[in-house]
T-cell receptor, first 114, second 116 residues
Framework: AQSVSQHNHHVILSEAASLELGCNYS??????LFWYVQYPGQHLQLLLK??????LVKGIKGFEAEFIKSKFSFNLRKPSVQWSDTAEYFC????????????FGTGTKLQVIP | GAVVSQHPSWVICKSGTSVKIECRSL??????MFWYRQFPKQSLMLMAT?????????EQGVEKDKFLINHASLTLSTLTVTSAHPEDSSFYIC????????????FGQGTRLTVV
């Protein structure tokens, strides 16, 4: 069965700290992977996506993620977080080649303390 | 990027009434849209795939007679929660991909439904 799991449900960091949010997936075939962010009261927004090619993907706002096939992981990273990064982050995965019917992880709430 | 608009953003209704939620792709055509539901402190769960001009495809465990989906045009899909009950209170989100293949999907802002 297709699944996406996120390890951290709630993360609290001070500004300038480094961030890494874990995401593991379980898919039978080739997979597309995404990280979405939801700021309070706003739409889900795409941070970055991996379809193929370079496993290190750079997204908006200084975020990046690395696809490690051997570990079935797609962790999200940012070297130095800001207060404005306070939001909920969702990892998602979908079968490659089809419409983007994705399975979401449970989300990680990130709170950045000034 | 492309824009998907959902309306209303929040709604309160009485038990037994029906509520319609609209999902519009504003600057692109979407032959397929997805409806998700999010319970508090849980992930988004796919409810159904809405297909323009044909019947929606429901995920296992989702009652199609309770959650009516209509995709009458290339820019509009509607989700109607019929005979709503308090347990239907949730956050409903739609998304629309730009097209088939490896393309991005854009999300609406979500609808907070509260049934009292």
């Amino acid at each position: 069965a297709q699944s996406v799991s996120q390890h951290n449900h709630h993360v609290i960091l001070s500004e300038a700290a480094s961030l890494e949010l874990g995401c593991n997936y379980s898919y039978g075939g080739t997979v597309n992977l995404f990280w979405y962010v939801q700021y309070p009261g706003q739409h889900l927004q795409l941070l970055l996506k991996y379809f193929s090619g370079d496993p290190l993907v750079k997204g908006i706002k200084g975020f990046e993620a690395e696809f490690i096939k051997s570990k079935f992981s797609f962790n999200l990273r940012k070297p130095s977080v800001q207060w404005s990064d306070t939001a909920e982050y969702f990892c998602a995965g979908g079968a490659s080649g089809g419409y983007q019917k994705v399975t979401f992880g449970t989300g990680t709430k990130l709170q950045v303390i000034p | 990027g492309a824009v998907v608009s959902q309306h209303p953003s929040w709604v309160i209704c009485k038990s037994g009434t029906s509520v319609k939620i609209e999902c519009r792709s504003l600057d692109f055509q979407a032959t397929t849209m997805f409806w998700y539901r999010q319970f508090p402190k849980q992930s988004l769960m796919l409810m159904a795939t809405s297909n323009e001009g044909s019947k929606a495809t429901y995920e296992q465990g989702v009652e199609k007679d309770k959650f009516l989906i209509n995709h009458a045009s290339l820019t509009l899909s509607t989700l109607t929660v019929t005979s709503a009950h308090p347990e239907d209170s949730s956050f409903y989100i739609c998304s629309a991909p730009l097209g088939p293949g490896n393309t991005e999907a854009f999300f609406g802002q979500g609808t907070r439904l509260t049934v009292v």
